[in-house]
């Protein structure tokens, strides 16, 4: 997997017209991730992207296809460019950036997803560009696939690889992923993006071996180094211990906890239960509940509605560790405890995106059963990526590393040496964010 470096500029591999579309989102230098991966897509080369949640994963296919398609780079195979993610949220967030990039444009292009149709100019033969999960593209798209020069799939290792044995949301998985493969197979022969935030060792080596050709660009089972991690080992009643670090959260008023918050469970009947009893507990926070039940009319709603700071905690399950952005979230609670490293890395990327910081606090019912599956699964995921640096207003901007401490925490008994955890292995991470494990 290459190294990262960045003393790039987007004017270095991109038309004025696209660098002066990213101007007007607040993005004026590739970091490291982008320096390295784009060049390599302009190239020609197939990609599998792997990169902290947050890191701007997203503009490293994006750019490149709305380059192409513009220019007319891939026209021996077609004018047409597909982007896949698992969910219509997440493709709804792709198009929400897509079409602020495209409204730069003085080229002919038609922008695509779900009830969404942008077009630039007027042209029958205008190339277009498709997002959208695979069920809906693979029953809309309305030209041969075999014309796609470029397919892009979002978080590839869930849409792509054998699931994992643990995972929750199976059956609503195995459609989008068949969708996928059908896709993949009629688009045989065209230029591949493959991103995600993790990988595990077996993950890894199943796309290798799947894509020899590919270029991988970034590191594994990383976390950015201004994410504060908490573990809570504790007896007793749950509910109760979450009031209590949501309370304590409240009376911080510096970052990481200045902002909204997100409580992940692993059952949707668990985010309704909760959600109702916040309410009743604290209805100024206006919580809602989003997960796979929730009305398909009301998902984007609510996503809206949380990021726009109408409501303060929004509790949801798994379906929301993907990919989706809330710039407002500081504060990431892990109710049930991540059945592997790979949910850990997700759900906990929900904050400490794009160079800021951010807490993720993990509810653990005490006992040597519980320290085993956290130490055994979570903590090999615990290394830190590289610092990526986020361009604002022309220049670079950088956060140092969070601070240790917790909200209520007085030198907690218990408490253990920063990147320490105790093991089998003894193994010993070195970080720069601090991992708090805490007994209540």
């Known amino acids: 997997m290459s190294k990262l470096h960045s003393d790039a ?20 230098a590739p970091n490291a991730i982008q320096a390295n991966a784009i060049p390599l897509a302009l190239s020609g080369r197939d990609l599998i992207v792997c990169a902290q949640t947050g890191s701007g994963k997203t503009l490293t296919f994006l750019l490149p ?16 460019a597909l982007i896949v993610a698992p969910t219509e949220q997440l493709s709804l967030q792709v ?16 922008l695509r997803c779900m009830d969404h149709t942008m077009q630039t100019r007027s042209s029958a033969s205008a190339p ?19 014309n796609v020069a470029m397919l892009a799939i979002d978080e590839a290792d869930l849409l792509l690889c054998a699931p994992s044995a643990t995972a929750s949301g199976e059956d609503l998985l195995r459609e989008q992923r068949e969708k996928t493969e059908e896709l993949f197979a009629a688009a ?34 990383v976390m950015v180094p201004t994410l504060r991690q908490c573990f809570h080992y504790f ?8 009031f209590w670090l949501l309370s304590e959260a409240e009376k911080e008023d510096t970052e990481p906890l ?17 959600q109702g009893a916040l309410a009743e507990r604290k209805p100024s926070s206006r919580p809602l509940a989003l997960h796979e039940n929730t009305p398909a009319q009301d998902k984007a709603t609510i996503a809206s509605e949380f990021r726009q700071g109408g409501c303060e905690i929004l509790l949801t399950t798994d379906m929301a560790a993907r990919g989706l952005d809330f710039p407002r979230v500081r504060h990431v609670v892990l109710f049930d405890a991540p059945v592997d490293a790979t949910a850990f890395v997700h759900s906990a990327g929900r904050t400490a995106r794009r160079g800021s910081t951010g807490l993720v606090t993990c509810i653990i019912e005490g006992g040597d059963a519980a320290r085993e599956h ?4 979570i903590f090999h995921a615990l290394r830190d990526g590289p610092q990526l640096t986020f361009a604002k207003n022309g220049g670079q901007a950088t956060v140092d590393p969070p601070q240790p401490g917790h909200p209520g925490q007085k030198e907690p008994k218990g408490r253990r040496q920063r990147g320490y955890a105790k093991s089998a292995h003894q193994w010993q991470p070195k970080r720069s964010a601090p991992i708090d494990m805490i007994e209540i």
């Open 95 to 110: 198009v929400a950036l897509a079409s602020k990039l495209v409204a730069s444009l003085r080229s002919s292009l038609e």
């Open 128 to 146: 277009q560009l498709w997002v959208g999960t695979p069920k809906w593209l693979s029953e809309n798209i309305s030209f041969d696939p075999k």
């Open 9 to 28: 500029a987007f004017a270095d591999f991109l038309g004025p017209e696209l660098v002066a579309g990213l101007r007007t989102v607040e993005i004026f």
């Open 374 to 377: 956290i130490d055994g699964k």
């Open 235 to 242: 007896k007793g009643d749950k509910d109760a211990k979450l």
């Open 258 to 274: 200045a902002g909204s918050t997100m409580i992940f469970c692993s059952l949707p009947s668990t985010a309704d239960r909760l």
């Open 188 to 221: 045989e022969g065209a230029q591949l993006f493959l991103a995600m935030a993790h990988l595990s060792n077996e993950r890894e080596e199943e796309l290798q071996k799947r894509f020899p050709e590919a270029q991988m660009v970034g590191h594994t089972g």
């Open 65 to 80: 296809i709305l380059h192409q398609l513009t220019t007319g780079r891939n026209s021996q195979r077609g004018n047409h």
